[in-house]
């Protein structure tokens, strides 16, 4: 461990903060905080005698701007000359590059996905998630990728298994993280679920993923979930929130029926999102659901406020 880039610790005081809650409170996960600082030099946290990194109110801050930087196209390798700039030299000096290099990594990943070599995949994965947070990865890489395969499966040979291929992993790598992080929380539990008639999953568990990180737990029933069992399944596991996904046009019992069924039952907040959640807006707010979008970070952050008395520290 590295302590010779690190500030001096000061006695503790108040507004010191450890990775988890940092985490928690910026939404990208410790991984991508310790790498932002070992290869970019991002922020530059204190640390206690035992090497535990220590973070003011003035690192979140910074760290905000650079998810800010990010969100608006800029490769993390070229965010720190922009950090103190006035937000409009940002935008009119910014070299616009990140789209090469996601370019690059679903180069990568479709060629390793073409070879069916789960290695390689990984690899590639592994370092888009360790530079960035999840829901730009998402929105940058692993969406876009899952779309260009659901594009071009019936043009190859191959199609369907590549595509099967890809989806099974991304499935199997993003289960086994949530379940460990899950392990290691005691942070409050969300219900999640797809919407009936809904057999795409990774949405959700990209979600799963974000609120884990950020301190939740998570109970995940899945794809093509019936509405109805939800409530028993509350009476048996409390959650403080139920999130469902769906991405597919849902039958019209599921919007008219089904949906204001559920919300007449319980008392929890219900959440959604994906695209019925855009598409049908108006008529699931009426109903007394909480929209999200489609965005993991904006959706996580309506979660937090709407749950604001049980948000995680």
Known sequence: MD???SKPLRP???GLLPIRTVSSLTGVNAVTLRAWERRYNLITPQRTPKGHRLYTHKDVERINQVVGLLNQGISVSHVKPLLD??????LATATRDEGDSWKSHQEKMLT?????????????YNDALSLYPVDIVNQRLTTPLLRLLGERWK?????????HFFSVYLRNKLGTRIHHMNQRSNGPLLLLACLPGELHEIGLLFFALAAVNTGYRVLILGANTPLQQIPGVLDIKPCVGVVLSGSAKPARSVIDTELPDLMARLTTPVFIGGETAVSYHDKLERAGLICLGENIATGLQLVNKRLKPNKPR
Request: charged residues 40%; glycine residues 6%.
């Open 3 to 5: 302590d010779s880039v």
């Open 12 to 14: 503790p005081a108040e």
């Open 85 to 90: 700039q006035a937000p409009g030299e940002v």
């Open 112 to 124: 390793a996905i073409e070879k069916f070599d789960e290695p390689a995949l990984d690899s590639t």
């Open 155 to 163: 043009k190859r040979d191959m199609g369907i298994a590549e595509e």
